[in-house]
């Protein structure tokens, strides 16, 4: 499937054009960077990417008739938990979860620019975000660097 063929909700459509919703950067993220691999399902893959949308980028609540964009804080987002392939962020400590967040859609395409040039194997970044605690995108890709 492609990255515009899955439906978006409708929501999403009314982001400011700068913005994307988590959920479609996941989608667009891992069609650009991983579409050969296809020992996982789109779910795991879009919950992957999106976490790592979340550790290399800043992320935005959209509040209201989508006309607020709030950036959120490094605590908002700690210990978070992708669900739904971006398109909710839970939390085991029983936090409010998240189901309205975007990420700049410039941001985004670094983000892709990113993990192309570092080479990281999508099998990396999804080992980290299977266990308990997840390693940060970031401290893999330093490593790797």
């Not at 409708?10 to 959920?23: I, K, M, N």
């Not at 975007?102 to 990396?124: C, H, N, P, Y």
Request: hydrophobic share 40%; with cysteine; net charge negative.
């Amino acid at each position: 499937m492609e990255a515009m063929d899955k439906p978006v909700n409708e929501e999403a459509e009314r982001l400011p054009e700068d913005f994307t919703s988590l959920e479609k950067a996941a989608l667009i993220v891992y069609e650009h960077v991983y579409r050969r691999i296809t020992a996982v399902d789109q779910q795991t893959a879009c919950n992957v990417m999106a976490q790592a949308l979340c550790d290399l980028s800043p992320l935005y609540a959209y509040e209201g008739r989508m006309e607020r964009m709030r950036a959120l804080r490094t605590f908002e987002l700690t210990g978070g938990v992708v669900c739904d392939g971006g398109g909710r962020l839970a939390f085991p400590d029983r936090r409010p979860e998240l189901v309205r967040v975007a990420i700049r859609t410039e941001d985004m395409r670094k983000v892709i620019q990113t993990l192309i040039e570092s080479g990281i194997a999508f099998a990396e970044i999804e080992a980290q975000h299977g266990t308990a605690t997840p390693e940060p995108a970031a401290d893999i890709l330093t490593r790797n660097a």
